[in-house]
């Protein structure tokens, strides 16, 4: 017998936004079109969305049996896509960030054996249970955000054995939890303590055993090299590169983030999907990478969070044609935060990113970054239901009210993961 079919119309939607528009990544103007079906309705068959209208419209195809949800005159939009972060770590840095209060800089801190390093020695102590309990915990925190896909790297173990270990807590945090992730390997996030002074050793070990053996185990969808002249330079990072692509992985890269040192340049030359940072970009870069079709993807968290200034030039990349991505970077060290709420709030006044690109640059243009671009992202017929009911009328308020968790409830693939337990009038 055939099972019955799970249906669930969401109706009296104040704002439905359902970014609708061409099948690729938005660029220029296209940032502001988020396709918006005043009282809109959508019904959601087995996961998948069947139909988007008005609730008049939608309220007329309805059949017996539908499970009704009244979206009570908010807004509902496509849950995020976080497309870059660092979820799975022990401790935390609080001791640095106390420090930085004092005006000693994060290079400093990295410099005396604390950054990446210090999380690394907590997390090679820790065991696999141990960080996937955390992890869980930082998985409900993007959930109460709105956050339903979140690109996941590792590069906290920094040996074969502890990439390794980090890589399966990502997966089966995927297995076993909302929202999704999408895994990229970070072995060449920073070179560890037993290899100072032996960094050509490193990246040897990187090449030679850690990418074989993650590839060989399908742990991850992605590489990344955190690409900077102190840690790993051009040369070096298009060997790592070179490399992942030859073992299948797809391609993405820490780009001038603390040094104008021609990442730009080389993210464009493999074809890398996405570029990220690129706060010390310059416009020869941004050339280089619309010339590419290399998506950006721009973490003003992390310079609000290490109070750097200079955020990377949002402005001048969508005027350049670029398909522009804003994540949270979630970190322990440069960027404690799992909302991407608050990084629409700081787009919107420290890069003059207007309220309609900074959900594009969230959903739509993170999912294609992120290769899902076909099935999350917007809310169109024959993609997954993964959206959120915020409590507000009009979607500009989650970057307007900035600090406040709009999430009222948050669905993937038509089932409800959160719902916060105080509902608002």
Known sequence: MEAES?????????????????????????????????????????????????????????????????????????????????????????????????????????????????????????????LFDGAQRYSSWFLRTGTTTIEAKSGYGLSVEDELKVLRVIRRLGEVHSPAYVPTFLGAHEIPDEYRGKASEYVNLVINEMLPAVAKLGLAEYCDVFCEPKVFDVATSRRILQAARALGLKLRLHADQLSRSGAAELAAEMNAVTADHLERIDNSGIEVLAAARVQPVLLPASVYTLGTGGFAPARKMIDAGLAVVLATDFNPGSSPTPSLPFVLSIACTHMRMTPAETLTATTVNAAYSLGRGNCIGSLEPGKRADFVIHDCRDYREISYFSGIESAEAVFVGGEVVFRRSQTSA
């Open 6 to 130: 799970r249906s669930l119309a969401v109706l009296n939607c104040g704002e439905l936004l359902t970014l609708a528009g061409p099948a690729r990544p938005r660029v220029r103007d296209e940032l502001k079109e988020l396709s918006i079906i005043k009282d809109g309705a959508m019904l959601v068959r087995d996961g998948v969305i069947e139909r988007v209208g008005t609730t008049e419209e939608v309220r007329s195809e309805l059949g017996p049996g539908n499970k009704i949800l009244d979206g009570a005159g908010r807004v509902v939009l496509p849950g995020f896509v976080d497309a870059h972060t660092h979820p799975v770590f022990a401790g935390t840095r609080v001791d640095e960030f106390e420090l930085r209060t004092t005006g000693t800089t994060y290079e400093q801190i990295a410099e005396r054996g604390g950054g990446i390093r210090s999380t690394v020695r907590k997390t090679r102590a820790a065991s696999e249970q141990e």
